[in-house]
């Protein structure tokens, strides 16, 4: 037969004045060095700074040949003088011209293709099999193909980058949508919510992060192929759409050429740069007003 656990009986405790317990910060003023450090773009540019001051001291120190790795401050002014004098901008500008007219194209296929999939199981399977088939492939091998077809112009760098942007953007968003409970889907049906409502006010909210995703990587896949491609015929790009400057993979290609070593830098370090503007300004704004405010993604 058991027995029953004896009951413990645990001494009493008297609390003291409750003033003088710690109860760290409920409510004060941050400081100016603690609104430095919440803020993400401080962080980051911090990063650079020393990744900066670190090649510099590096490249000073070694006694490294300028033409393997120049100095920072070798690249910087190298920086500043091809925006002068080299036309920098102008070049910005025509990659990001042709570039957001692939990604625009790209990301309407892709809602084409994610809207049939998500409808009817013949579109389902057609999207994972051109995923499967498509998506290994390297956006870049299709370019001696666009050549044929479009022969050398802008045109073959668009479609080029379709190749970037389709399927990882119409394969996140198609995981995401899956990906959304049942349980939401009923709450939705029992709010009356049918037809668009239903996807907009729903199925997109939910299926956000995996949408936002796929929007960042076809990005940095398309913002990659362009500068391969540029590298290959960027010069022929200019020539035909009528500007005296190609895209920014040309200038790198072009100053490697000359071995002008610091330009190739700089225009590396300009790629780089335009990469982390667009992610900072843009996709990072677009998370914090969505999906960090929904509470769907810590910050």
Do not use: C
């Not at 299709?142 to 045109?155: D, E, I, K, M, V």
């Not at 610091?262 to 300009?270: D, E, I, K, N, R």
């Amino acid at each position: 037969m058991s027995t029953l656990p004896q009951t413990v009986v645990r001494p009493e405790f008297d609390a003291g004045d409750l003033s003088e317990a710690s109860h760290g910060d409920v409510a004060r003023k941050l400081s100016l060095w603690e609104k430095l450090v919440d803020m993400d773009g401080v962080r980051k540019l911090t990063i650079l700074i020393a990744l900066m001051m670190a090649w510099e001291i590096y490249t000073r120190l070694s006694g490294v040949s300028e033409y393997i790795l120049p100095k920072f401050s070798d690249t910087a002014v190298a920086l500043y003088d091809a925006v002068l004098n080299d036309q920098l901008l102008i070049m910005i500008k025509n990659s990001m011209t042709v570039l957001l007219t692939g990604y625009a194209i790209g990301l309407v296929i892709a809602t084409l293709l994610t809207t049939a999939a998500i409808m009817t199981r013949f579109g389902s399977d057609v999207l994972s099999t051109l995923t499967a088939m498509l998506n290994p492939l390297p956006a870049i091998a299709l370019l001696p193909l666009a050549l044929l077809w479009f022969g050398l112009g802008s045109s073959s760098v668009v479609f080029t980058l379709l190749h970037s942007v389709i399927w990882p953007v119409a394969l996140n968003a198609h995981t995401g949508f899956m990906g959304v409970s049942e349980t939401q889907r009923m709450v939705g049906r029992n709010y009356g919510l049918k037809g668009v409502s239903y996807v907009t006010k729903l199925l997109i909210p939910a299926a956000f992060p995996s949408i936002l995703m796929g929007l960042k990587v076809g990005w940095a896949y398309a913002w990659r192929t362009l500068i391969a491609a540029e590298l290959v015929f960027g010069g022929a790009i200019a020539d035909t759409s009528g500007t005296q400057s190609g895209g920014l993979g040309w200038f790198v290609f072009a100053n490697q050429m000359d071995l002008r070593i610091p330009y190739v830098f700089a225009g590396l370090f300009t790629v780089i740069l335009v990469g982390v503007l667009v992610e900072s300004l843009i996709f990072s704004t677009i998370e914090s007003r969505t999906v960090r405010r929904w509470g769907m993604q810590s910050s």
